[in-house]
């Protein structure tokens, strides 16, 4: 699509010499600008992109979209200037008419935990459906949004290329994914769960994320299909907002995944596997079938569920979910199974943390039979709010009840955790060895010092404490 195009689409003027330029990519950042980039100079809370067009002009960038003057930049690079009233808004509203250009199924995942993984996994289970695009990575929000959409059509793609996109919408307070739903205005919405992510934002707790959360079946478009979890009790209410939007029985409808009765698509038969997964049997309106699920953790059953749901909408036969959903492979730090010459094995679950997701990460541990000794490094869990430090130690007494035999408390409010799992340790008598540091680097140190053959390590922390920096300090 030409910048000609692009332009018409915003309602904006295309400087002639510019017109017949198709940019191969899109980028708000200038140090990972591609020549033949067009850049979106993007003016945010600490940075100002219009203070970078040059550098990404410089760096090969067909063209900058602007919303002020950038008086530094030379006569030609001035002509290769592409203005709108704001920059943010321009790259949402350019995304959202792409979409509407385009008209095909949006399916949009939001959760507290899993959007990434339920993403990956409804790209395998849509594809016996057609072609399908997936953002990349975890572009959900304000900006990623838009450059997940234009990702449709760079390096020489087309959205005509694909038949569905698969999105994810995140948030970290209220009135975000109802944003994200204007700009990609979903045909059916997938909601994961609600848990205590971002929950200093949101001084109601739980039930203020969930009704941010309940934002996306709020954005469905008026024909769409809600897909809701029926085991989580938060998520399983928002029906109510499709039964308002109801009339004469025709509208938006709901689908429920999950273990519950009311599920329907369900997993029975489930058998753990540890490390190796979990095989159940998803069962389905239209029919039953065998899945071989190679993500660790039960907890990825439910992300498989709800891909299946999905794919059960679109018409994909159980068998078919089945074998797709049989070759799903963690992303990266999202429960990675790494097995070391010295005979340990380590799970790294670093890409984040919150108290639910930790206890599924002890629960995965316990499964692990054959371990000579399961250690849980657990990092800091971060943006909890004012009741971090009760959470933090509750985890670390249900830990201390627990089949972990070391437990590494890394940063901040770990400590806390440490400290409970160490005096429900003392009071029931257990065997469970506690230690603390405040850095993933002396984290790596003590993992490097302490581990056997036979040892099973499952590392879990919040994002910003980079747990996954302890695998350096391991022997290969």
């Not at 020489?156 to 990609?184: P, Q």
């Not at 429920?256 to 698509?265: D, I, K, L, N």
């Not at 922390?461 to 391991?474: D, H, I, K, N, P």
């Amino acid at each position: 699509m030409t910048l000609a195009e692009l332009a018409a689409l915003l309602g904006v003027t295309c400087p002639p010499e510019l017109q017949a330029i198709t940019p191969i990519g899109f980028s708000i950042d200038s140090r990972t600008v591609r020549t033949g980039d067009l850049f979106f100079a993007i003016q945010g809370k600490r940075f100002d992109g219009h203070g970078f067009v040059g550098e990404a002009l410089t760096r090969g960038a067909c063209a900058a979209v602007v919303h002020h003057d950038v008086p530094e930049l030379s006569l030609t690079a001035a002509g290769r200037l592409l203005r709108v009233p704001d920059t943010l808004r321009a790259m949402q509203d350019l995304a959202h008419a792409l979409l509407k250009q385009w008209g095909r199924p949006i399916v949009g995942i939001t959760g507290s935990m899993g959007k990434t993984t339920a993403k990956n996994l409804t790209e395998l289970a849509l594809a016996p459906y057609g072609r399908v695009y997936a953002s990349v990575g975890n572009l959900n929000n304000e900006y990623g949004l838009p450059l997940a959409v234009f990702k449709m059509l760079s390096d020489g793609r087309r959205m005509d290329d694909y038949d569905v996109a698969v999105l994810e919408m995140g948030m970290n307070e209220k009135g975000e994914i109802a944003r994200l739903c204007e700009i990609a205005p979903p045909d059916v919405s997938v909601v994961l769960n609600v848990a205590p992510v971002h929950i200093e934002n949101f001084p109601d707790g739980l039930e203020g994320i969930a009704a941010a959360k309940a934002e996306i079946v709020q954005g469905l478009k008026p024909d769409g299909v809600a897909i809701l979890n029926a085991d989580d009790p938060r998520v399983m209410p928002m029906a109510a907002v499709v039964a308002a939007r109801r009339r004469d029985h025709r509208g938006a409808q709901v689908m429920y995944f999950g273990r519950h009765e009311a599920a329907h698509v369900t997993a029975l038969d489930i058998t753990p596997r540890g490390l190796y997964g979990s095989t159940f049997t998803l069962s389905t309106l239209k029919g039953t079938a065998q899945v071989a699920l190679p993500l660790v953790g039960e907890h990825h059953i439910g992300n498989a569920l709800a891909a299946a749901a999905v794919a059960v909408h679109f018409g994909v036969a159980p068998a078919a979910i089945a074998t797709q959903l049989n070759l799903a492979h963690p992303g990266a730090h999202r429960g990675v199974v790494r097995r070391y010459a010295g005979g340990f094995t380590v799970v790294d679950d670093t890409y984040n943390s919150n108290p639910v997701a930790l206890l599924e990460a002890v629960r995965l541990l316990e499964q692990v039979s054959d371990a000579r000794r399961r250690i849980l490094v657990a990092g800091e869990m971060l943006e909890l709010g004012q009741d971090a430090a009760a959470m933090h130690a509750a985890c670390g007494t249900t830990i201390a009840q627990s089949a972990v035999d070391l437990l590494l408390g890394v940063q901040g409010q770990a400590r806390e955790l440490v400290a409970a799992a160490q005096l429900a340790t003392r009071q029931h008598g257990g065997r469970l060895v506690t230690a603390f540091v405040e850095t993933a680097e002396e984290a790596g140190r003590w993992l490097a010092a302490q581990v056997r053959e036979g040892d099973v390590i499952l590392l879990k922390g919040s994002r910003g404490v980079r747990l996954e920096t302890c695998l350096e300090a391991l022997p290969a």
